[in-house]
């Protein structure tokens, strides 16, 4: 019996090496459980079915000597990821029945360093929430307790990996889909610097915002998965090129023990037990010898209203491509104004339709000054702030969500209460920053709690520093 539980991807290799067990015996370990456990928690929507012969296939490089620490890895892969010939609907029934024509340049990456795909996981639709409530193909439970949602958008590949369904899962991080996850289900999750991985190959929400990221069951499995995902793009406009990549890893200080506080973002909406336990976070930080610094972001407290009025903006442009002709659902109509209506409607669930209104509206004549332009100045503004501040501390330390996991069914009829799930993970995504979200302990109800380290852009080896010595003094 393999210990999936405690396995990590090191782990993994190493007894794939070994020939302690198979590609084979590791792949049919996690189906097994994915049949027992995947009808109640609902973290795949797809499984494939020939997940075996990928793994038979992939034992040959271990025959061959051509392996990497991916070969053999069991993935599960939201399901807005291109897998060439295989279905993406990015949690909606507009796309339903999709199947994508070519690989994700991470999924070619993946591919070539010898990962199995167990399926395609559970997400709002389009990406679009924090609970995975939306999607067109039913919710996800939380498998701490399946009372409660795992977060979202990208529940499903979370649900999967806190469940032993599989041993590493990517997701995307557009505000939060990967941290705010990630802090309900006890997992490690990064949101990458943006441009340093690929988003050819990704369902588009909001495309200044959108970074493909891994999750782990610890620091280390994430900065492996990271390795492999982070590399220039062509093929992606906003990649960072390698020249920037090495001058902005060669500014790094020697000893990165600065961490800054921004106490005055920590005013309302945040539970009694989030702020207790990011204060023994911190307490354990400082005993660990970090030094801990109060800092000032004065802009930040705007960066929820700035999301929700850029993102939207770039939803409603980017959504208009699913029009009933050229991908997926197609409904009946008397002309083609009528088909494209009726394919929408009936296509996007409410939270989509409803995103693509208000993008639609800040985008519109008249509008667009007072609302689209003047979120722009605001973002330049927390931006400019945010790096600033990196030049007198390392990390920037927040709680990662300000709750933890709610009940099934609960916020779905309050967007805005939803919409503040995303407080701590905006600022990452507006200046294009590296985020890591740690597991930091656990209530007394069970539920897990997460705080979040931010960095200087193409700094995630700092947030792979802390988060493994973190780990070490929970
Ligand atoms: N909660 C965010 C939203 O609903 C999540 C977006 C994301 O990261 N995909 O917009």
Redo the contacts with the bound molecule.
Sequence with gaps: MIDLKNLTIEEAHESLKRGEFTCRELANAYLKVIKEKNPEINAYIEVYDDVLDQADEMQKKFVSKTDTILTGIPFAIKDNILIKERIVSAGSKILENYKASYDATIIKNLKKAGAIFLGRTNM?EF????STQTSAFGVTKNPIDTTRVPG???GGSAAALAGDMTLAALG???????R?PSAFCGLVGLKPTYGAVSRQGIIA?GNS??QVSPFGKCARDVEIIFDFLSNYDEEDSTSVSDELRDSRLKNQNSNSKKIGVPWHLFKEGIDTEVQENFKESLDKLKKAGYEILDIELPHAKYSLAV??II?PAEVSTNLSRFDGIRYGYSAEGENLMDIYKKSRHNGFGKEVRRRIILGTYVLSHGYYDAYYIKALKVREKIKTEIMETFKKVDYILTPTVPITAFKLGEKLDDPVS??L??IF?APA?LSGVPAIALPSGVSKDGLKFSIQFMASHGREDLLFEVGKKFETIM
């Design positions: 709002d990406a679009m929430g924090s979202g958008s990208s995307t991080d557009t505000c939060g889909s990967v705010e929400m915002l959108d999301y929700y993102m939803m919409y799930c995303d993970s995504n």
